[in-house]
């Protein structure tokens, strides 16, 4: 049953179909292995695994009662701690909610379920998904399976552990500035961000429990993290889709826009002065750019037509938008954390404190004048697809930095990008493209870099365009490296 576990949800589902394995002993196989490595990892928070035994069951029984099943019958998953789960804890890594258990499902938990989808637990988070590892003062941190010294990434860190080190089959989860994409990268997975809207985020808890729960963050998507790219294609198939109040509304996923790498009109933009990569991760942008052109696909390397540059307009664009987003949650507020951020706009007036403070306290008139520009930038990108059906891209600058334990000083961190010091921040940045643009975009494990890391990139295509990101992930991805499960917990 090893392998079992580190199989795509797409296997999975064959193999219950064949009978070689039921949903039961799925559940059982993930639960053992949850409880051997998850001590060290810290990556599963919460379980529920009498009521995952009870659904499994009942969904073996449908099976073999011959019922029309949905594309996860009896899948085991987990999902981000920031959804609602009904009658499971759902604390989003905030203190004031380390006992809150909702009577509702968040409507995606809402709409796994209805695919089959057995939900064994929940995934560990930063508080309120306001940062880029996933430690917080209820659960503490997630180690990467790769190296426990190494952070797993954020806000969704605990799901991409437990996906890489086979706890579970795939975890779902949400972001707003690459929270799905950072820690696939960091720990060697094939992450996805949706479409923007098409996934309802009601019940998306940093703007809950309560009234807060109809509130969905501006730039906020859903997502998930896999082992194989395909899967990712059934988890769409069963969340996409209006909620009720936008009366049928809806974005619909365009087909893929090609099928083999030599049809794909890729652009490759790497190079950013705001934003520099390490020779890790430039290595891995060549060896794709190699590959692809090996492939016969047609590649332009940092095109003129690229809309943006990360500096001059996007990220000033970007920043408004994200804290004016994180506003609605203000738990994070504290004297302690006031202090320290006044304390790092008074040494360094021009870093990163100086726009989380604007943006926490900002105007509507100065919401208005970044959504303007996010809008303006969003057609620019429309534009630019005409002619490109995707952009391969870094996804942060280096491999995954060691683990920060700076929960209050948040822009007292650095890291290192060959050799010289950056903000923490920086790792946002690249990401941040596709969360402006409101498109997709597609997280590929390519190699392992120095220190043995996994290095990733990723690929961002045009609005609905989520099913060409994921095609070109697949066909990339069989070229390059791929999912390696950590040898460690293989």
């Not at 099976?63 to 987990?78: D, E, F, N």
């Not at 500035?177 to 098409?198: A, C, E, M, N, V």
């Not at 010091?421 to 190699?447: E, F, H, L, M």
Request: charged residues 20%.
């Amino acid at each position: 049953m090893g392998d079992v576990a580190f199989r795509s949800v797409v296997d999975q589902s064959h193999a219950m179909a064949s009978g070689e394995v039921s949903s039961q002993e799925l559940v059982e196989l993930y639960l053992e292995r949850i409880s051997t490595h998850n001590p060290a990892l810290n990556a599963v928070v919460t379980l529920d695994p009498e009521r995952a035994r009870r659904e499994a069951a009942e969904a073996d029984a449908a099976r073999a009662a011959g019922q029309r099943l949905g594309p996860l019958h009896g899948v085991p998953v987990t999902v981000k701690d920031s959804f609602e789960t009904a009658g499971m804890r759902t604390v989003c890594g905030r203190t004031d909610l380390k006992d809150h258990i909702p009577d509702q499902d968040a409507e995606a938990v809402r709409r796994l379920r209805s695919a089959g989808a057995v939900i064994m637990g929940k995934s560990n988070m930063p508080p309120g998904n306001q940062d880029v590892q996933a430690d917080n003062p209820v659960f503490g941190p997630s180690s990467n399976p790769w190296d426990r010294t190494r952070t797993s990434g954020g806000s969704a860190g605990g799901g991409a552990v437990a996906t890489a080190a086979g706890l579970t089959s795939f975890d779902f989860g949400s972001e707003i500035g690459g929270s799905t994409r950072i820690p696939s990268h960091f720990t060697g997975l094939y992450g996805h961000k949706s479409t923007w809207r098409s996934i309802p985020l009601i019940g998306h808890v940093p703007y809950g429990p309560g009234p807060g729960r109809w509130t969905e963050a501006d730039m906020a998507c859903g997502g998930a993290q896999v082992r194989d790219p395909r899967d990712l294609v059934p988890i769409l198939h069963s969340v996409v889709g209006p909620a009720d109040y936008d009366a049928g509304f809806t974005y619909t996923l365009a087909p893929p826009r090609a099928t083999e790498l030599a049809d794909f009109r890729v652009a490759v933009w790497s190079e950013d002065p705001s934003c520099p990569i390490d020779d890790d991760v430039a290595e891995a942008v060549s060896e794709v750019v190699t590959v692809l052109r090996a492939a016969g696909a047609k590649v332009v390397i940092q095109p003129a037509s690229l809309p943006v540059d990360i500096a001059t307009n996007h990220h000033k664009a970007f920043l408004p938008l994200v804290y004016g987003a994180f506003t609605y949650d203000r738990t994070g507020l504290t004297p302690a954390s006031n202090a320290a951020l006044l304390a790092r706009l008074v040494q360094h007036p021009r870093g990163d404190a100086g726009p989380a403070l604007r943006g926490t306290f900002q105007t509507h008139y100065q919401w208005l004048q970044a959504h303007t520009a996010r809008n303006e930038i969003r057609q620019r990108w429309c534009e630019f697809f005409q002619d490109f059906d995707v952009v391969l891209m870094p996804v942060t600058p280096t491999a995954a930095p060691a683990h920060h334990n700076k929960l209050i000083d948040r822009f007292g961190r650095s890291f290192a990008v060959d050799g010289v010091r950056r903000s923490y921040w920086d790792q946002v940045k690249w990401n941040a493209i596709a969360n402006i643009s409101g498109g997709p975009a597609t997280t590929i494990p390519v190699r392992k870099g120095r220190s043995g890391l996994p290095i990733g990139l990723q690929a961002l295509g045009p609005s609905a365009g989520d099913l060409t990101t994921i095609e070109f992930a697949a066909l990339l991805g069989r070229e390059v490296e791929g999912f390696v499960p950590p040898p460690a917990f293989a």
